[in-house]
């Protein structure tokens, strides 16, 4: 398989997180490529070692950052901590080898927990293999992105994409000039909805099972429902795609213990959590944010803790 990873050199040891995990559950020579702006040698070093001793191959791509400083981050945007290396992936379409046809894409904040070979034999003509995403905001993204609300919205943390056709759909400069004349809330993944959002096709839940998946009784949109029990106690992929990562003390994703599973087979092995909200401005923000998500889940009003996946 043809694996892409994109990140800074501070997501270096989580990105050797998900390489390990990928192949340890997927045997087999596969070929790594990272497009980043900078990774130091001795991040370089240790990522191409691990790769290379599950026998695969790798391959680096350094893009300038200056062409994205403007793009949308922070405040206005829907997650602030959120980084510019998320728009990283955009240059894929520019940098990887013409002679790649189909790759796989994975976010560093995934957990690969099963063999991904039916996905990448999954026979489609579409440019993006991708699962359906939160449907609470469905509507709204279609209609700030300007496109039909029946294509709705993909979550852009796994995909399968379709290289050979994607290219001439977009491209950095195409998403430039999408960023410019329409309103980004959720960084790049708005970009590849608005380019692909009518040439994609949905994929099961259990290749990319998300925070908001595993949280009480959470909106499940309806091509899932027959799914997601399954999904929930065998993922093919588990992704923490909310603010707490498993690296954070404060993350009770009911799956964070696969982290520091595949964490010690790295040279992070003795690497601890640490605290997400350090200040003491954070601490009480983020306790009396805690109080009121009690509170509404006491009344019944919405719900925020994790389901017990052992009774599923």
Same mark, same amino acid.
């Given at each position: 398989?043809?694996?892409?990873?994109?990140?800074?050199?501070?997501?270096?040891?989580?990105?050797?997180?998900?390489?390990?995990?990928?192949?340890?559950?997927?045997?087999?020579?596969?070929?790594?490529?990272?497009?980043?702006?900078?990774?130091?040698?001795?991040?370089?070093?240790?990522?191409?070692?691990?790769?290379?001793?599950?026998?695969?191959?790798?391959?680096?791509?350094?893009?300038?950052?200056?062409?994205?400083?403007?793009?949308? /981050?922070?405040?206005?945007?829907?997650?602030?901590?959120?980084?510019?290396?998320?728009?990283?992936?955009?240059?894929?379409?520019?940098?990887?080898?013409?002679?790649?046809?189909?790759?796989?894409?994975?976010?560093?904040?995934?957990?690969?927990?099963?063999?991904?070979?039916?996905?990448?034999?999954?026979?489609?003509?579409?440019? /993006?293999?991708?699962?359906?995403?939160?449907?609470?905001?469905?509507?709204?993204?279609?209609?700030?992105?300007?496109?039909?609300?029946?294509?709705?919205?993909?979550?852009?943390?796994?995909?399968?994409?379709?290289?050979?056709?994607?290219?001439?759909?977009?491209?950095?400069?195409?998403?430039?000039?999408?960023?410019?004349?329409?309103?980004?809330?959720?960084?790049?993944?708005?970009?590849?909805?608005?380019?692909?959002?009518?040439?994609?096709?949905?994929?099961?839940?259990?290749?990319?099972?998300?925070?908001?998946?595993?949280?009480?009784?959470?909106?499940?949109?309806?091509?899932?429902?027959?799914? /997601?029990?399954?999904?929930?106690?065998?993922?093919?992929? /588990?992704?923490?795609?909310?603010?707490?990562?498993?690296?954070?003390?404060?993350?009770?994703?009911?799956y964070k213990n696969l982290y520091y599973k595949y964490l010690k087979m790295t040279p992070w092995r003795d690497y601890k959590p640490v605290y997400k909200y350090n200040t003491i401005k954070e601490r009480t923000l983020y306790l009396t944010k805690l109080t009121l998500k009690y509170i509404l889940e006491k009344l019944h009003i919405k719900y925020y803790s994790f389901i017990d996946i052992k009774k599923i």
């Open positions: 398989m043809n694996v892409l990873l994109t990140f800074d050199n501070n997501y270096t040891q989580h990105a050797c997180v998900v390489t390990t995990s990928f192949c340890h559950n997927n045997p087999g020579r596969h070929n790594f490529y990272i497009i980043s702006d900078n990774i130091s040698d001795n991040n370089q070093e240790k990522i191409a070692k691990l790769v290379k001793s599950y026998k695969g191959n790798i391959e680096f791509f350094f893009i300038k950052k200056e062409e994205i400083t403007d793009f949308p /981050i922070g405040e206005k945007t829907a997650n602030s901590y959120v980084s510019l290396a998320t728009y990283f992936r955009l240059f894929m379409f520019d940098v990887l080898p013409i002679s790649i046809n189909k790759i796989l894409y994975l976010d560093c904040d995934i957990i690969v927990n099963c063999s991904l070979e039916k996905l990448w034999n999954y026979n489609s003509d579409s440019c /993006i293999l991708a699962i359906e995403d939160n449907i609470t905001y469905t509507k709204n993204n279609c209609k700030r992105l300007q496109y039909n609300e029946m294509y709705s919205y993909f979550n852009a943390g796994i995909l399968l994409i379709n290289l050979q056709e994607a290219r001439f759909l977009l491209n950095i400069k195409i998403a430039s000039e999408y960023i410019r004349t329409h309103k980004i809330i959720y960084h790049d993944q708005d970009v590849l909805n608005g380019i692909f959002h009518d040439k994609k096709t949905f994929i099961d839940v259990k290749y990319n099972l998300l925070d908001i998946y595993l949280v009480k009784n959470a909106p499940i949109p309806d091509r899932y429902k027959d799914q /997601i029990s399954d999904a929930i106690k065998n993922p093919y992929i /588990i992704h923490f795609s909310g603010p707490l990562k498993p690296w954070h003390k404060e993350c009770k994703n009911p």
